[in-house]
């Protein structure tokens, strides 16, 4: 069961680019890295999703090292609506969902 | 708006009644999961349907929680004899399935225990 790792708190200032590191160091080979964000009072909402090397899609990059226990996601140019939890999660595809575990998050908070 | 609904969106009951929130899916999502989360914590996982089958149910779920998806669409979770302690948010979300087995989220239902 791969357990992730994350800081509890981030603080950054708008304009800036945002790096938040993950670690999972029993990740499993079919494991995928799945980040989610969640802003008060709503439920999370997925960001971005890889297996390995870099993916990128219109918000975030996600940044898979080749020994794959570790990940970052980086948040370009942020914010003030960026300030949320963001959760990094390791999911095995198809298979029981007891294990899917979303942990405490990090706390982003982006200021003026 | 096709997103995950969920009624109520909060609830507020006394101690010993029995609670029952709806969640409606994505309509081509199979896949239907209910997640609890308390203040400061990340969502658990609570339970998983594929279409109206209960696949997994995890060990936070006691036997005064229970959960259907009669056809397939629609899910109820129902919490009898509620106690403080079931005091959260409850989260639905629903997939696809496949590999990227994105979830997409409700705004949850809120329950306050008095």
């Known amino acids: 069961l791969a357990k992730t790792t994350q800081p509890i708190s981030m603080d950054s200032y708008e304009g800036q680019e945002v790096n938040i590191t993950c670690s999972h160091n029993?990740?499993?080979?079919?494991?995928?890295i799945t980040w989610y964000q969640q802003f008060p009072s709503q439920g999370p909402r997925f960001i971005i999703q890889?297996?390995?090397t870099k993916v990128t899609n219109e918000v975030a990059s996600l940044f898979i090292p080749a020994d794959r226990k570790s990940s970052t996601l980086s948040l370009p140019r942020v914010s003030l609506s960026d300030t949320a939890v963001y959760y990094c999660?390791?999911?095995?595809?198809?298979?029981?969902?007891?294990?899917?575990?979303f942990g405490k998050g990090t706390m982003l908070l982006v200021s003026p | 708006d096709t997103g995950v609904s969920q009624n109520p969106r909060h609830k507020i009951t006394k101690r010993g009644q029995n609670v029952t929130f709806r969640c409606d899916p994505i309509s081509e999502h199979n896949r239907l999961y209910w997640y609890r989360q308390t203040l400061g914590q990340g969502p658990e996982f609570l339970t998983y349907f594929q279409n109206e089958a209960q696949l997994e149910k995890s060990r936070l779920l006691s036997d005064r929680f229970s959960a259907e998806r009669p056809k397939g669409s629609f899910s109820t979770l129902e919490i009898q004899r509620t106690e403080q302690g079931d005091s959260a948010m409850y989260l639905c979300?629903?997939?696809?399935?496949?590999?990227?087995?994105?979830?997409?989220f409700g705004p949850g239902t809120r329950l306050t225990v008095l």
């Open positions: 999660l390791v999911e095995p595809p198809n298979s029981g969902y007891s294990t899917l575990t």
């Open positions: 890889g297996y390995k």
């Open positions: 979300a629903s997939s696809l399935g496949g590999a990227n087995n994105e979830q997409f």
């Open positions: 029993n990740i499993a080979t079919n494991d995928y």
